[in-house]
């Protein structure tokens, strides 16, 4: 038991190495071990939601997130997947304003949340953790950045081959080479911008030819090289 315990305190923790956490000093990271709240989110459940204001921010331990935005056609546009290690939440909560995102668990969850203080606190006296956080907001600003870019350039087609390497790339495989991250044509059509009916038939017309397999709602990349070919119209 006391093993489980000292598993879960933020000092022991794995998951920080890959977010700014890991920028806290040990006295720090003591701080925000005895605030969190660890927290199970099943699948499809509401992290938070567009316009609500945060009191803290979620570390996810394990499982994937969508943020996405809704649109003024009354339409979710997904900006972003987040995944173990990312923190989410975090520009809010520093700017003290109004999340823009919705963030819901496209799978079981395992998050922790951290109180506010736990996260503004150290930027006033902890010049490491203040640069790791402004790279951070520099490297969402690019991805947003190249989303947009991206739908104007891109044709859906081209958007879906991106995505789905991109799912390859970060989710890896399972042991008969289907991706082991899955998005519903809805989620899948709200990445990459354009309508669910759009989304089915790009995604038939590139099976046909032969881009990629479906079966039992998992995809498998049948040739990333062609894929690849694919996005940048070679």
């Not at 921010?57 to 900006?79: A, H």
């Not at 902890?126 to 956080?133: A, D, G, H, I």
């Not at 759009?198 to 498998?220: D, F, P, Q, W």
């Amino acid at each position: 038991m006391e093993q489980d315990k000292n598993a879960n305190r933020c000092e022991n923790c794995i998951v920080r190495q890959f977010n700014d956490l890991h920028a806290l000093n040990r006295d720090e990271l003591s701080e925000v071990s005895k605030a969190k709240v660890s927290k199970i989110i099943k699948k499809g459940d509401i992290l938070f939601e567009e316009g609500e204001k945060l009191n803290g921010v979620f570390c996810i331990r394990d499982g994937v997130s969508k943020l996405s935005k809704l649109s003024s056609n009354g339409k979710d546009q997904i900006v972003k997947l987040a995944t173990k290690g990312e923190v989410i939440g975090q520009s809010s909560v520093i700017a003290d304003e109004k999340v823009n995102l919705s963030a819901t668990a496209l799978n079981d969850m395992q998050v922790c949340f951290i109180p506010k203080e736990k996260i503004v606190n150290p930027l006033k006296a902890n010049p490491k953790f203040t640069l790791e956080v402004l790279k951070t907001v520099v490297s969402d600003l690019k991805d947003s950045n190249d989303t947009i870019i991206n739908l104007s350039q891109k044709n859906v087609k081209q958007r879906i081959a991106q995505t789905l390497i991109y799912l390859k790339n970060n989710y890896g495989e399972d042991n008969e080479g289907y991706l082991s991250m899955s998005l519903s044509r809805e989620d899948l059509s709200s990445v990459v911008g354009t309508a669910t009916e759009s989304c089915i038939r790009s995604v038939s017309a590139m099976k046909k030819e032969g881009y990629i397999l479906i079966s039992n709602k998992k995809t498998k990349i049948l040739d990333v090289k062609k894929l690849e070919r694919l996005i940048y119209d070679l």
